[in-house]
């Protein structure tokens, strides 16, 4: 077994990784890191129905999109059936499991009755004390732990408190089914022990099976772990995070176009505080976390809080590291590679176009216009383009053709001097040049623009509109 700190992320790979479930692996991983301990992953794959390789590929990509590498070879919990099912074998030689022999129909008339009488449902120990030489014959029989009837069971948990149950409220769970495959519950504490877990950071909603688990730890001798129950995330409305409060997923918020440090960040802030920071890098979480500074109450999720956030790390960035993100997207958008130059006029664009983007796919659409060819012409921009606009354009064209050096600096002069000398308002000349070379209203300074673009591309396109 390991010393020192030791955390898990333990997802069942059923479906996405949830952003709940990438928040519970970033609070494990940072607290690890925190405590120069190990953060192990394990892949809770023993309902063999509903887990998909896709899953467990899903939460590999999703985790290491995050950043939160884990320490070691990933677990297969449903590879390690044997030693599940020894440790089962084990409490019932030493009695403190039993042969059950009742039938699922048996069990539902069970729960019936007890729902008719107003009780709580639950199994009523009707093998625990009966000699299994009065078992029907040809029935196989499952293994259930001997919970303990009297007193109560006592978590100590470090983000709610001390919790307590009534050992009345917890009946004497499955361990092996009559299949001989290992339950869920025994699966989950025999490998926290093997992997030598010291702390159990996982939510709210797993506090039930907590009870359960550390009486079993404790019938096995083992040592119990340091529990800590995260708060589940809401919507903003205060509902359970669900379907209709938008992207559930880690992959979808990628594919939004959100930047891996910025939903770390967002998350960490998600139910954990210091102080009043808000930007805090990883350095700063690492050297920073704790599972006393979790609040016990529900998280808000909150996409115009995260978008903000992105947008900041967006701004932070390097320019050429940003464009170089961009490409990919508005390679899907051309529907071809993006060639070597428009990747340097897109890096060289990035200080006018960072500020005015909140995520990597609005960035890459307000990047558009700086691929080469026409700009696809929206229709305010076109509505610009009038006889006129064009006739403007036309006379200007001469001017800018004798711009010696291609700035904005010199091109901003050059149009000024134009419009003095013909009499005109900038904005008369800058509206309709605007729209030639980007085929938008609304965008960064046009100057800048051009200067981006070049000349060549830059002329090609307004003579493109001239008239």
Not at 273 to 289: L, P, V
Request: proline share 5%.
């Amino acid at each position: 077994m390991s010393s020192g700190v030791v955390t898990r992320f333990a997802p069942s790979p059923t479906g996405y990784l949830h952003i709940g479930g990438a928040r519970t692996a970033l609070f494990n991983w940072l607290f690890a890191r925190h405590c120069g301990g190990k953060f192990f992953l394990r892949i809770e794959d023993t309902d063999r129905e509903r887990s998909t390789e896709a899953a467990v590929n899903a939460i590999y990509d999703g985790l290491s999109w995050l950043g939160l590498q884990w320490d070691g070879a990933p677990v297969r919990q449903y590879a390690r059936a044997e030693r599940h099912t020894a440790v089962a074998r084990q409490l019932l030689a030493e009695g403190k499991a039993y042969h059950c022999y009742a039938s699922q129909e048996e069990l539902a008339q069970m729960r019936e009755a007890q729902r008719a009488a107003s009780k709580s449902v639950r199994y009523d120990g009707r093998w625990r004390d009966r000699d299994p030489a009065s078992a029907p014959a040809g029935v196989p029989p499952v293994i259930r732990f001997k919970a303990p009837q009297q007193g109560d069971t006592v978590v100590h948990d470090v983000v709610q408190g001390e919790v307590r149950v009534s050992n009345q409220e917890l009946d004497d769970m499955v361990l092996l089914r009559a299949d001989g495959t290992p339950t869920y519950m025994l699966a989950v504490v025999v490998d926290d022990y093997d992997m030598g877990v010291t702390h159990v950071v996982r939510g709210q909603d797993h506090f039930t099976n907590t009870f359960r688990q550390s009486n079993l730890i404790r019938a096995l001798g083992w040592p119990v772990p340091v529990y800590a129950h995260v708060p589940l995330i809401h919507g903003p409305d205060g509902a359970k995070l669900s379907k209709r409060h938008g992207a559930l997923g880690v992959e979808a918020y990628r594919n939004l176009g959100y930047l891996p440090e910025a939903l770390r960040n967002y998350l960490l802030r998600l139910g954990w505080s210091h102080g009043d920071d808000e930007i805090i890098s990883t350095e700063q979480a690492i050297a920073w976390f704790n599972l006393e500074a979790i609040g016990q109450s529900a998280a808000r999720f909150d996409v115009v809080k995260l978008a903000s956030l992105n947008a900041h790390y967006m701004r932070a960035m390097a320019d050429r590291a940003l464009a170089d993100l961009a490409l990919p997207r508005l390679a899907r958008r051309l529907g071809r590679p993006v060639a070597a130059n428009e990747s340097e006029r897109l890096a060289a664009a990035m200080p006018d176009l960072k500020p005015r983007a909140k995520t990597l796919e609005e960035l890459a659409d307000g990047a558009l216009y700086f691929m080469a060819g026409p700009p696809t012409m929206e229709a305010e921009a076109a509505q610009l383009l009038t006889p006129e606009a064009r006739a403007i354009l036309a006379a200007l064209l001469p001017a800018l053709k004798a711009v010696s050096e291609w700035t904005h600096v010199s091109l901003d002069a050059a149009v000024r001097a134009h419009a003095e000398a013909h009499g005109l308002k900038l904005g008369k000349i800058a509206q309709p040049l605007r729209a030639a070379v980007t085929g938008r209203t609304a965008t960064p300074g046009v100057f800048e623009i051009l200067a981006v673009l070049g000349r060549d591309e830059a002329l090609a396109r307004i003579a493109d509109q001239a008239r």
